[in-house]
């Protein structure tokens, strides 16, 4: 396994390995904002969640490592985030999967989570590239991919056939080894202290 499940902290959150025992909280946080109900968005409804974390858990065995978001302030699940479609012969791999709670919005929580994820590819496993991807209508999505100092490699069009039967495009971003070290500068300056 290229990428170890471990457990990733900082000072605002702490990335646990995802488990079933998470399952109970993820739905309480899941209903704070009802971000399910977002078309554009794949988000877990409270009574998807356990199908949702056990698929999660699955993926584990190849390599994708999900996590449950933990705020430090509160103490509790506020979200979740993994690496997926990881690419280990050629040190890539993408972020995503990330929701929370409408309560830890605009606040430190998802800085230093993309801040863990990146720096533990980057600097931990010599990663070449990190990619993110999201709907090509979800504005609120793209824009904070774009404040992590990520580039548009461009979109996938008709790229998923989405719960209501519309057709997803799909916009492409990344960040590229060479540009780590500005990223990370970026994403500390948004951090408070």
Known sequence: MWLPNELLEGEHVALEPLAEAHTADLQTAVRDGEAWKLWYASVPS???MADYVRAAIEGAEAGNIAYAVRAKATGRIVGTTR?????APN?????????YANAVRRTPVNTECKLLLLGNLF???NAVAVEFRTHFLNQASRAAIERLGAKLDGILRSHQIMRDGSLRDTAVYSIIATEWPAARMNLLSKLPG
């Open 46 to 48: 409270p009574e998807a």
């Open 83 to 87: 690496y997926y479609g990881v690419d």
């Open 91 to 99: 040190r890539r791999a993408l972020i995503g999967y990330t929701w």
């Open 123 to 125: 600097d931990n496993h």
